[in-house]
């Protein structure tokens, strides 16, 4: 039973991990530059933005689906590029593209929290664009830490979209949400339990860390 559960729980934590450093790397850029920019179809993007965080993962989950699969659109190209369904990699893209508009969202909200007049400062001071960008950044990085905090959170209790894309096999894609719905189907609630517990306090560390960066959690 512990082979079995530290195998779950660190299969849990690379997965989403890793489609929490994928989802930033691309959605802290695309959300600084919908708050720092004036566009056209800037407000429609934002509207999708904000969709997509309330997006059914299940759904994600499908489109990842078909997307990956021999009659999907990627479904001619060779494995070597795009990943196989029913394995780390599928879900991996899958839980990125849950997290992604959190991450930008939240990031885009925090940078259009800074005061607008420090861009321009920057720019009287000889400062590039590159360099305004990443100072309005570290002005708004509680905001965008927070953005990241919201992402994992999103992603580590998600199970649609990984069942549907992993197939929860075991010691290949099983992860904690997929091990206690099986396991409670299998009746070994002792094990769906603790399972159950350690998912409980990783979105409860994920949640604290976020009201605190946020200043709503005060000590007494």
Avoid at 64 to 77: F, M
Avoid at 190 to 198: E, K, P
């Amino acid at each position: 039973m512990i082979p079995e559960f530290t195998e779950i729980v660190s299969l849990s934590l690379r997965i989403s991990g890793i489609a929490l450093v994928f989802s930033s790397l691309i959605g802290i850029p695309v959300g600084a530059l919908i708050g720092l920019n004036r566009f056209t179809g800037r407000k429609l993007i934002a509207v999708l933005l904000y969709t997509g965080m309330g997006f059914p993962p299940v759904v994600i989950g499908l489109f990842v689906y078909i997307l990956l699969s021999r009659n999907g659109p990627l479904g001619s190209l060779p494995y070597d590029f795009i990943p196989n369904l029913f394995t780390p990699g599928a879900m991996i893209l899958a839980q990125t593209i849950i997290s992604f508009p959190l991450v930008a969202g939240f990031t885009m909200a925090a940078v259009m929290g800074v005061d607008r007049s420090l861009r321009t400062q920057m720019f009287s001071l000889g400062a590039t664009k590159r360099q305004a960008t990443l100072t309005v950044l570290a002005e708004a990085r509680m905001g965008v830490i927070v953005a990241v905090v919201a992402g994992f959170g999103s992603i580590i209790s998600e199970v649609g979209a990984v069942m549907l894309v992993g197939g929860n096999i075991d010691g290949h894609t099983r992860v904690l949400t997929t091990a206690i719905v099986l396991e409670t189907r299998k009746g070994n609630f002792d094990l769906a339990l603790l399972l159950g517990a350690v998912l409980l306090l990783l979105t409860f560390m994920a949640n604290l860390i976020m009201l605190r960066l946020q200043g709503t959690v005060f000590d007494e």
